[in-house]
């Protein structure tokens, strides 16, 4: 637990309301909040007990398996403050079922739900003057799994650490809300059989440079194809892809290229509630050409409208604004989340 000293700071800096924050130029870069959440545990035991930390660097050392064979996941939510003033987390149990299945791809101990969306909330609480006031913005959560023992092998780590730091950020693309996006053609972001399914902290590196060019040349960000094939829409650098047609609207079929995104997962049960038809399917790159809308989902981006594609020097532009099928769907996940609209599904946890 933290000191006495420590929780006298934590409770002083928790009774002002708002962190010293410029909150209308929030954009999605690291700003330090109070604290993070630390729990660490060896290899073949469980996770049992962790604890509420100053935020502050880590020590690791350098044969820590995290630094030298990648031996880590993350996770990504967000928490939201409301009119009223409560703070709400967005399905935060599906990340913790995520994190355990890429865990297990990872051969690392995963905490339990409840240890990880407790570990959320207390960290979401110590950092509650960071949560941005409604329509602001909200806090992101970012968990991590890495191990952090030593191993000069090819082998996992005896000992492994579970940590959570907040950031507050905005909208992921700030200011880009037609983005304007190229298709890939040399990198493939996975394989099959590979670890593009789970949110393995290796997926992210591999395609720095496919974006960094993209953005040289005036993109927004790249959509990369199957491995296989090099012929299927696959997912963008950071969220998946939909395409619309008419009243159906397809997503990649997760056959373990793809990451299981929770707003992916959201939109589609909202999309068919909405009674709009939903496949997931492979997508050759010709239907995207041919769709009359295309948008893009994840935590970060939350519901992103595409405004144009690139793909073999042709370049196509789609519906986007407010009566865009991207654009009601981002009204009913936001007005759910923001607690505008009734949570039918009980998708929305009150920390
Ligand atoms: C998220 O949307 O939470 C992500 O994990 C994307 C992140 C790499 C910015």
Do not use: H
């Amino acid at each position: 637990m933290a000191s006495t000293s420590e929780q006298t700071t934590c409770e002083t800096m928790n009774s002002e309301k708002y962190a010293d924050v410029n909150w209308d130029e929030l954009g999605f870069s690291p700003i330090p909040t109070d604290y993070m959440f630390v729990m660490k545990c060896s290899e073949g035991e469980n996770f049992l007990q962790g604890n509420l930390t100053p935020f502050g660097n880590i020590e690791l050392s350098p044969s820590a398996t995290i630094l030298n064979t990648g031996q880590g996941i993350f996770e990504g939510l967000k928490a939201y403050r409301r009119e009223d003033d409560r703070i709400t987390l967005f399905r935060p149990e599906q990340n913790a079922i995520r994190m355990k299945m890429g865990a297990e791809r990872m051969c690392m101990p995963s905490p339990s739900t409840e240890q990880f969306v407790d570990a959320v909330k207390q960290t979401v609480l110590a950092n509650k003057r960071w949560v941005p006031p409604p329509g602001k913005g909200s806090l992101y959560v970012r968990p991590l799994l890495m191990g952090s023992g030593s191993a000069i092998g090819v082998v996992p780590a005896p000992e492994y650490t579970f940590l959570i730091y907040t950031s507050p950020v905005g909208n992921y693309y700030k200011g880009d809300t037609s983005l304007n996006v190229i298709v890939e053609e040399k990198f493939r972001r996975a394989i099959p059989s590979g670890a593009g399914g789970v949110k393995a902290i290796t997926n992210y590196a591999p395609i720095f440079q496919a974006v960094t060019q993209a953005k040289t040349k005036g993109f927004s960000d790249v959509l990369f194809l199957d491995a296989k094939t090099g012929r299927n829409v696959e997912e963008l650098s950071l969220c998946n892809i939909f395409i619309v047609k008419g009243n159906v609207i397809s997503t990649p079929a997760m056959l373990g290229t793809i990451l299981p995104g929770v707003t992916r997962k959201s939109i589609i049960d909202i999309a068919l509630d909405s009674c709009y038809q939903v496949e997931e399917r492979v997508i050759p790159v010709e239907d995207l050409m041919d769709a009359d809308e295309v948008f893009c989902t994840g935590t970060a981006v939350v519901v992103n409208s595409v405004g144009s594609i690139t793909y073999q020097g042709k370049r196509v532009e789609y519906k986007t604004g407010v009566e865009s099928v991207s654009q009601k769907l981002y009204a009913t996940l936001t007005g759910i989340q923001m607690g505008r609209i009734e949570d039918k599904m009980g998708w929305t946890v009150e920390v």
